[in-house]
């Protein structure tokens, strides 16, 4: 580990000191972030976030980029990373694309400090990539820089029913008419169901029902193979008029 990584996670354990419960016991960590930074203060294996990833991990980020690529990305493309944790696969995304291109989001600062610390001086001081907790700010700020994508891994699973509003409102004012938006959610269920205290498994319909309200349309959607998940590809209302395929047809099979 470098020193570097190790200072950050210095850092997270003092924060995490806070976090003691009145009987003396370390919280268990009620949010997500706090039980994931438990995790890798204990220096454990993670299956996205942190030094430590578990077998194969890497291997899928690699493989996820190369699906972005077959799907259109190019360099000089402006992409939002919305849920980017510690960059497993930002760095890819960052090494990819022209300097200034790559935004990363999400909830925790630490996350986003220990995947800056994770990047090397030369790539972090020629890519120059943005890195910002999620608040109304910081989407304002982005959404300015109008997107060509707004992509989204492992996010939706870790989102409440209730969340998920806030979530699509988020991306509806990051995107533009031309901003593709993909998220790849790893699990479906027929119902959606709470599997545990941070994670849900969602139903297809239950993610389109959310997006709609936000007014973002479900374009495509392509199941992973040999898995319950997929890629989910969104526009918005007026980006679907511009759109000249007519998919609705057969997505709409699928979402049933
Ligand atoms: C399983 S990790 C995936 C990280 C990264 N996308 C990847 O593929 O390696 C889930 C990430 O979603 C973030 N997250 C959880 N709830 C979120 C929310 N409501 N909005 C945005 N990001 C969220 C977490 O902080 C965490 O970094």
């Known amino acids: 580990m470098s020193t570097l990584v190790r200072k950050v996670l210095q850092g997270v354990r003092r924060t995490l000191k806070g976090t003691r419960r009145p009987n003396g016991g370390q919280a268990k960590g009620g949010t997500y972030s706090e039980r994931v930074m438990l995790r890798l203060n204990a220096g454990k294996t993670h299956a996205s976030l942190g030094p430590k990833l578990k077998p194969g991990s890497a291997e899928r980020a690699q493989r996820t980029l190369d699906r972005l690529v077959e799907r259109g990305l190019q360099p000089e493309d402006t992409f939002i990373d919305y849920g980017c944790g510690t960059l497993r696969v930002g760095a890819l995304l960052i090494n990819y694309l022209a300097p200034d291109r790559y935004i990363g989001l999400d909830i925790d ?28 700010e910081t989407i304002d700020e982005v959404a300015a820089r109008r997107p060509d994508w707004i992509f989204s891994n492992g996010v939706v699973q870790h989102i409440s029913p209730e969340d998920l509003k806030v979530y699509f409102a988020n991306m509806r004012t990051l995107a533009t008419t031309q901003t593709k938006i993909c998220i790849k959610v790893s699990k479906l269920e027929e119902k959606s169901a709470r599997k545990s205290p941070n994670t849900w498994f969602h139903s297809l319909v239950e993610v389109e029902g959310a997006a709609k309200l936000a007014g973002l349309f479900v374009q495509n959607f392509t199941s992973t193979s040999g898995g319950t998940g997929g890629w989910l590809v969104l526009q918005t209302e007026e980006g679907q008029h511009l759109t000249t395929s007519d998919t609705s047809a057969s997505i709409q099979g699928k979402l049933t």
């Open 109 to 136: 600062q630490r996350l986003l400090d220990l995947g800056r610390e994770m990047l090397s001086a030369e790539v972090t001081s020629e890519k120059r990539p943005t890195l910002r907790v999620i608040s109304p």
